[in-house]
C-alpha cells in the first residue's frame, strides 16, 4: 500500500495551495492522517494531523493559515494552506497510522514559496 501526494508546486508569498493524499487502496483501521514537511537541512515535523473522529492538531508555525480534513475511512487526507511564507518551503510527506500501530508514508511533494 503506497500514500500519494499531489498538490506541491512553486507560489509566491502571501498565496494558497492545496495538498491531497489518497492510498493506492483503502487502508484498513486508519485512526490518523497527518502532513509532516521537511526543510533543506531540518528535521521533518509535524505540520498538522487529523485524529478519528474529526479533532484536528497543529503546529504553532501554521494556527490560522492551514487546515487539515479528509476521510480516514477513505484514507485520503488534505492540506488547505493559505497565507504562504517562505519559512513554509519544505517537502511535505502525507503519513497514516492504523489502530495496530502500522505506519505508512507517501513520497513526499514538494512546496516553493518565494518571496
Known amino acids: 500500500v503506497q500514500l500519494q501526494a499531489s498538490g506541491g508546486g512553486l507560489v509566491q508569498a502571501g498565496g494558497s495551495l492545496r495538498l491531497s493524499c489518497a492510498a493506492s487502496?483503502?487502508?484498513?483501521?486508519?485512526?490518523?492522517m497527518a502532513w509532516y514537511r521537511q526543510a533543506p537541512g531540518k528535521q521533518r515535523e509535524l505540520v498538522a494531523d487529523i485524529i478519528s473522529g474529526g479533532i484536528t492538531n497543529y503546529a504553532d508555525s501554521v494556527k490560522g493559515r492551514f487546515t487539515i480534513s479528509g476521510d480516514l475511512a477513505k484514507t485520503t487526507v488534505y492540506l488547505q494552506m493559505n497565507s504562504l511564507k517562505p519559512e513554509d518551503t519544505a517537502v511535505y510527506y502525507c503519513?497514516?497510522?492504523?489502530?495496530?500501530?502500522?505506519?505508512?508514508w507517501g513520497k513526499g511533494t514538494q512546496v516553493t514559496v518565494s518571496s
Open positions: 487502496r483503502t487502508i484498513f483501521a486508519i485512526n490518523t
Open positions: 503519513n497514516a497510522r492504523s489502530l495496530f500501530s502500522n505506519v505508512y
